[in-house]
């Protein structure tokens, strides 16, 4: 059976608006290094060591993702304190926002720089 696609946007550091397709249950970290998007390097590879797949989340779309001061483990809130560009209110690891259907057409804005 095929997995279902969900509609990813992302602004990319320059200002240049993209739309991609992603798989439910991948993240949209590897949606954005698989689609070519600029931007997200993830150099852990989504371990959520790094820090360097930084998004700001669409305020729009922050209540459905979740903030990572809310989340039950600590690491992700701690590792956006050591971003290269500073932390916003809706400031989230990319590899650690999975896709489904309630997050099917999010957007997300890709920080000027990641290290
Ligand atoms: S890819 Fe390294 S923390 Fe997300």
């Known amino acids: 059976m095929e997995k279902e696609l969900?509609?990813?946007n992302y602004i990319e550091p320059s200002g240049q608006f993209k739309t991609v397709e992603g798989e439910a249950g991948?993240?949209?970290m590897s949606t954005a290094k698989k689609r070519?998007?600029?931007g997200i390097e993830a150099e852990c590879g989504g371990f959520m060591s790094c820090?360097?797949?930084?998004v700001y989340v669409d305020p729009e779309w922050i209540d459905r993702v979740?903030?990572?001061e809310d989340l039950v483990d600590d690491t992700e809130d701690e590792l956006l304190e050591g971003t290269v560009c500073p932390r916003e209110s809706t400031s989230r690891l990319s590899c650690q926002i999975k896709l489904d259907d309630a997050l099917d057409g999010i957007t997300v804005r890709i920080p000027a720089e990641q290290s």
Do not use: E, I, L, Y
């Open 51 to 54: 820090a360097t797949c930084h």
């Open 66 to 68: 979740g903030r990572a």
């Open 6 to 8: 969900m509609h990813v």
């Open 36 to 38: 070519g998007v600029v």
């Open 26 to 28: 991948a993240s949209v």
